[in-house]
């Protein structure tokens, strides 16, 4: 079992940056593939960005160049940097693991950027 928690979404002016973590519970870290994904009221929620266990990751097409994701296995943490951040990139955002067919969310958290 595996729990995620979120922290660091807020309110941003458009063009300023934010930095998302998610910190996961539970051993073995390094094994799951970890990912950000987003969900706009009335959207399909919609990946973001994803790393597997080694170091490569992928990007929307929407966010290549603005936003970053890594991980530190030690401290079982993956972080989102945002950059240069636009009205459309307000939404909850889920920190996610998948490992085996198994799949776990966090609750989410809100970013909300003002043109």
């Known amino acids: 079992q595996v729990q995620l928690v979120e922290s660091g979404g807020g309110l941003v002016q458009a063009g300023g940056s934010l930095r998302l973590s998610c910190v996961a519970s539970?051993?073995?870290?390094?094994?799951?593939?970890m990912g950000w994904y987003r969900q706009d009221p009335g959207k399909q929620r919609e990946l973001v960005a994803d790393?597997?266990?080694?170091?490569?990751?992928n990007y929307a097409d929407s966010v290549k160049g603005r936003f970053t994701i890594s991980r530190d296995n030690i401290k079982k943490t993956v972080y989102l940097q945002m950059n240069n951040l636009k009205p459309e990139d307000t939404a909850v955002y889920y920190c996610n693991a998948k490992r085996c067919g198994m799949n776990y969310w966090g609750e989410g958290i809100l970013v909300t950027v003002s043109s």
């Open positions: 790393i597997n266990s080694g170091v490569g990751a």
């Open positions: 539970g051993s073995n870290f390094w094994m799951y593939a």
